[in-house]
């Protein structure tokens, strides 16, 4: 089946400074990416929609210039939490569709604990 | 507002029990309805898929049904084991959305050896 790769799994940083995190279709191009957020015991938020050469779509209340999304290839989107703080401090797990669509069926990555102190 | 919820939020079993887990979603505009299970810090693995055109799929001792007239879908699990433990989440996709997926709550289940 198809394979999507997030990396780092986890990390820890600092108040104030970026972190960057991948997200990689392995095996098939994805025209569409998705970035949600979860927090402990509740459900994924959808965070933005990240499209292959264009601008991310967000969600009503996240802010785009502290989740900054880029989509520069078929294969690769990233998402950079700028300026983190301890409230950023949370699980993100990213997803990918298929180019050709596959019927709607997404695939999630691994996810990337990030732990701000 | 585009809701999915499901029912219960927790659920403890034995070791080879059936049992049902519950979504119920707003609005019959839907696309597909994805069952998901997540172990512990980890990402989600799709489970069954149920388009807006089927009523039902089944994988191995998993079976999905989908009722869009009255919103809602169950995931059956039958003969339950310890690895069955989990947290099982729904997901809806809507038209015309590029694809985005709106989750319920999740359902934390723990199979007893």
């Known amino acids: 089946g198809a394979v999507v790769s997030q990396h780092p799994s986890r990390v820890i940083c600092k108040s104030g400074t970026s972190v960057k995190i991948e997200c990689r279709s392995l095996d098939f191009q994805a025209t569409t990416m998705f970035w949600y957020r979860q927090f402990p015991k509740q459900s994924l938020m959808l965070m933005a929609t990240s499209n292959e050469g264009s601008k991310a779509t967000y969600e009503q209340g996240v802010e785009k210039d502290k989740f900054l999304i880029n989509h520069a290839s078929l294969t690769l989107s990233t998402l950079t939490v700028t300026s983190a703080h301890p409230e950023d401090s949370s699980f993100y797990i990213c997803s990918a569709i298929p180019g050709h669509r596959d019927a709607g069926i997404q695939y999630f990555g691994a996810g990337t604990r990030l732990s701000v102190l | ?113």
């Open chain 2, 1 to 113: 507002k585009q809701e999915v919820t499901q029912i219960p939020a927790a659920l403890s079993v034995p070791e080879g029990e059936n049992l049902v887990l519950n979504c119920s979603f707003t609005d019959s505009a839907i696309y597909n309805l994805q069952w998901f299970r997540q172990d512990p810090g980890k990402g989600l693995t799709s489970l069954l898929l149920i388009q807006s055109s089927q009523r039902e799929q089944t994988s191995g001792r998993l079976n999905a049904s989908l009722d869009k007239s009255s919103g809602r879908s169950t995931l059956y699990i039958a003969a339950s084991q310890p690895g069955d433990s989990a947290t099982y989440l729904c997901g809806k996709m809507i038209y015309n959305q590029g694809g985005k997926l709106i989750f319920g709550q999740g359902t934390e289940l723990s199979v007893k050896p």
